[in-house]
């Protein structure tokens, strides 16, 4: 049985009808999820520098003191010569680096914590400064 009649489908302006539906939906839904990588990575760097932290303070707590140098991290991972109760690694993958791929810096004594440790990732940006770097002190504005 044929049938009479107006062809059936959809129209070239049905279809860009849909099309622009569906573009005001991605332009309003998509600004709100690319956002949240760069979070991520915020959240990210925040918990690693809390975990070195961690395994510092075990450091300091065995030890007596905070390591010290420019390599001071990699006293986490392998016993200094003048550590008599080192009982390490404190840290169980190694040093991570942050979400860029940058190494966190360790500075001790700090310039920020005066009695400890400075411990900073320099953010997305990769470099020291900026307002994107990431720290184990707080910043007034």
Known sequence: ????????????IELLVVLMIIATLAAIVVPKFAGRSRQAQETAAQAQIANIST???AFE??????????DGLDELLEKPKDA???RGPYLKQGIPL???QNPYI??????????G???MSMGPDGRV????DITNWSTKD
């Open 1 to 12: 049985m044929q049938r009479r009649g107006r062809p059936t489908g959809f129209t070239l």
């Open 55 to 57: 395994a510092l303070d």
């Open 61 to 70: 707590v065995d030890n007596g003191y905070y390591p010290k140098g420019d």
């Open 84 to 86: 008599k109760n080192w």
């Open 98 to 100: 942050d979400p860029w």
């Open 106 to 115: 360790y500075e001790y004594p700090g310039k920020h914590n005066e009695d």
């Open 117 to 119: 440790y400075d411990l």
């Open 129 to 132: 400064g900026g307002g994107d």
